[in-house]
């Protein structure tokens, strides 16, 4: 018994010569999204950035195909040579915000707040989008069930406290071996202020369905193989939530929490996955330029998951 998984990452457009280019110019605000015919995705802008979101499922694969189907829809509705980028952190010219018909809400930075699991502390960041030249991208990973779902199956994940426990059991298990492996200073320029180590929100999809949305994650979503990992990962520690409660070190909290906001000591940190990874694996993953790897296509994931991306790179794990 699986709960729903969901996403919205988001991508920046960049020019035929490389250069930074605001979503507003091709695409809509949310309220006004383009959706899929079949309903399986949505694109829209969010500040500076592209995002897409998709219809929740149980299946990982199906979320990352379509995911991929959302990205390859919005290349073929840029100009040629145009290209998406998974970058966490990107420098642009403020300039553009005084161009003609420049939206008024590309002028906010406008995140509703999340939580820190640590510090239960509201994080909104304290930045004048009119005057910060930095614009920053993420994967926020979604896990929810209907209530009735959870009463007779996970009547655990009913309660707070272990949503709040299970974010920082995500910090551990995926947050600290995903930044190792993604290791690259953009992702530490956005964790001033976005994405920081046990970011979260409580979320109520509708008045059937709750859940919890992680926040953690810069970029998965430039490799197929490090978005089925990485959701993989995170559904392994909702599914053995009940087994890693009792074991919990709470002594750990802060250096894991340390590590993921600013790099320093993560490899101590890692600890195996079954089946995902071990010490070994995050340090083979570091030696891969995974930041410059680009989905190139949304069929493969079909048939190409993090088993087969790992034994190509001759992974052990």
């Not at 509703?112 to 699991?117: D, H, L, Q, R, V």
């Not at 859940?211 to 979503?221: C, D, L």
Request: glycine share 8%.
């Amino acid at each position: 018994m699986y709960p729903t998984l969901g996403t919205d990452p988001e991508k920046l457009i960049r020019d035929q010569d490389g250069n930074p280019v605001p979503a507003h110019k091709f695409f809509p605000r949310q309220e006004s999204a383009l959706e899929d015919k079949a309903g399986y995705f949505k694109l829209y802008r969010d500040g500076y950035m592209l995002e897409a979101s998709v219809t929740p499922n149980y299946c990982r694969a199906w979320v990352i195909a379509n995911v991929c189907e959302a990205f390859e829809r919005a290349k073929g509705l840029l100009p040629e040579g145009y290209t998406l980028d998974s970058t966490p952190a990107v420098k642009i010219d403020l300039r553009f915000l005084d161009e003609p018909g420049t939206p008024g809400d590309v002028s906010l930075f406008g995140c509703s707040p999340s939580i820190n699991a640590y510090t239960m502390e509201q994080q909104i960041p304290a930045i004048d989008a009119r005057t910060h030249e930095w614009r920053y991208g993420g994967t926020h990973m979604h896990c929810g069930m209907t209530y009735e779902l959870a009463k007779r199956k996970a009547p655990w994940f009913l309660d707070q406290m272990n949503q709040i426990l299970l974010v920082k059991m995500w910090d551990r298990y995926l947050g600290v071996p995903l930044t190792a492996s993604m290791d690259c200073p953009e992702q530490y320029l956005r964790r001033q202020w976005y994405g920081k180590a046990g970011e979260f929100r409580f979320q109520h999809y509708d008045n059937e369905t709750f859940g919890v949305e992680y926040r953690t994650p810069s970029q998965i979503f430039n490799n197929y193989g490090i978005a089925s990992w990485s959701f993989g990962i995170f559904r392994w520690v909702w599914e053995n939530f009940e087994y890693l409660k009792p074991r919990w070190d709470i002594g750990r909290e802060e250096a894991t929490r340390y590590a993921i906001n600013t790099g320093d000591g993560l490899m101590k940190l890692v600890e195996a996955v079954p089946g995902y990874y071990s010490a070994v694996t995050v340090r083979g993953m570091r030696e891969l330029p995974l930041q410059k790897f680009v989905l190139s296509g949304y069929n493969r994931v079909w048939e190409w998951g993090w088993n087969e991306w790992a034994k190509e790179h001759r992974l052990k794990y």
